[in-house]
């Protein structure tokens, strides 16, 4: 399986920090944020992992991280030139995915939890990760029937559907490229990533776990903070880079 860590983006809720760097660099407590989903890949066995950068800031990845050979993995850096929706990643993607199971995580998500064995017990299909959270209106939402079977995945609803949103973790076989090419933009001009999901949900073919340990979405001042608390206290002891 193949990794892909997202970390395009403005980041404008984070000005003026991110001004003059990307959101994915800023320091969480003693490593700069990328480090944190990179340890989840390469905890899971994970070893070519490609990074998606905005023009602007990827010389500061290559600087950064280099060809991985320092991490026991392999490296691949692609451009998104603009954001264009979460699902665009795996267009950018292509030719580093190449039809192989893939599992791409975002480049501000920070997890508690190890995912070797959801991605070793992986068959193909669709498989996500969600987490009961207090402000589900931030993200896409899962809403589970009487039985705790997906029925319906909705990006950021403006009505309350459920309180379990999806975090930014994601395991799809190599389908995925081809159905990210058949979406049309969203009302915001994205290509979404709930609109893949509902792909695999529509044909059966998609899987959610519940996310055990701690998460972080750190894209704003207050999860960031909390982000920093979390790294010190938590997961210190769990890092391996």
């Not at 990794?3 to 490593?31: D, E, F, H």
């Not at 026991?72 to 998104?80: H, L, P, S």
């Given at each position: 399986?193949?990794?892909?860590?997202?970390?395009?983006?403005?980041?404008?809720?984070?000005?003026?920090?991110?001004?003059?760097?990307?959101?994915?660099?800023?320091?969480?407590?003693?490593?700069?944020?990328?480090?944190?989903?990179?340890?989840?890949?390469?905890?899971?066995?994970?070893?070519?992992?490609?990074?998606?950068?905005?023009?602007?800031?990827?010389?500061?990845?290559?600087?950064?991280?280099?060809?991985?050979?320092?991490?026991?993995?392999?490296?691949?850096?692609?451009?998104?030139?603009?954001?264009?929706?979460?699902?665009?990643?795996?267009?950018?993607?292509?030719?580093?995915?190449?039809?192989?199971?893939?599992?791409?995580?975002?480049?501000?998500?920070?997890?508690?939890?190890?995912?070797?064995?959801?991605?070793?017990?992986?068959?193909?299909?669709?498989?996500?990760?969600?987490?009961?959270?207090?402000?589900?209106?931030?993200?896409?939402?899962?809403?589970?029937?009487?039985?705790?079977?997906?029925?319906?995945?909705?990006?950021?609803?403006?009505?309350?559907?459920?309180?379990?949103?999806?975090?930014?973790?994601?395991?799809?076989?190599?389908?995925?490229?081809?159905?990210?090419?058949?979406?049309?933009?969203?009302g915001r001009g994205e290509l979404e990533i709930?609109?893949?999901?509902?792909?695999?949900?529509?044909?059966?073919?998609?899987?959610?776990?519940?996310?055990?340990?701690?998460?972080?979405?750190?894209?704003?001042?207050?999860?960031?903070?909390?982000?920093?608390?979390?790294?010190?206290?938590?997961?210190?002891?769990?890092?391996?880079?």
């Amino acid at each position: 399986m193949r990794g892909i860590i997202l970390s395009g983006g403005l980041a404008t809720r984070l000005r003026p920090c991110t001004k003059v760097t990307s959101k994915q660099l800023l320091p969480v407590y003693n490593r700069p944020m990328i480090y944190y989903p990179l340890n989840t890949l390469i905890k899971a066995g994970i070893k070519e992992i490609l990074i998606i950068a905005s023009p602007e800031r990827a010389g500061d990845y290559l600087n950064l991280l280099g060809s991985g050979k320092e991490f026991g993995v392999k490296f691949t850096y692609e451009i998104q030139d603009k954001p264009g929706g979460l699902s665009q990643a795996y267009i950018i993607g292509e030719n580093f995915i190449d039809k192989e199971d893939v599992i791409m995580i975002l480049g501000d998500n920070i997890f508690e939890d190890d995912f070797a064995n959801a991605i070793k017990n992986f068959k193909g299909g669709c498989r996500v990760f969600a987490k009961k959270v207090p402000d589900p209106e931030r993200f896409g939402v899962v809403k589970f029937d009487e039985n705790k079977k997906v029925v319906q995945i909705v990006e950021k609803p403006k009505e309350w559907i459920s309180d379990f949103a999806l975090t930014g973790l994601y395991i799809t076989d190599g389908r995925v490229v081809e159905i990210a090419k058949s979406l049309k933009p969203s009302g915001r001009g994205e290509l979404e990533i709930t609109d893949i999901h509902n792909w695999y949900l529509q044909r059966n073919e998609l899987d959610v776990e519940i996310v055990d340990g701690e998460w972080i979405d750190a894209g704003t001042f207050d999860s960031l903070l909390r982000a920093q608390i979390l790294a010190k206290e938590k997961l210190q002891d769990k890092l391996i880079i």
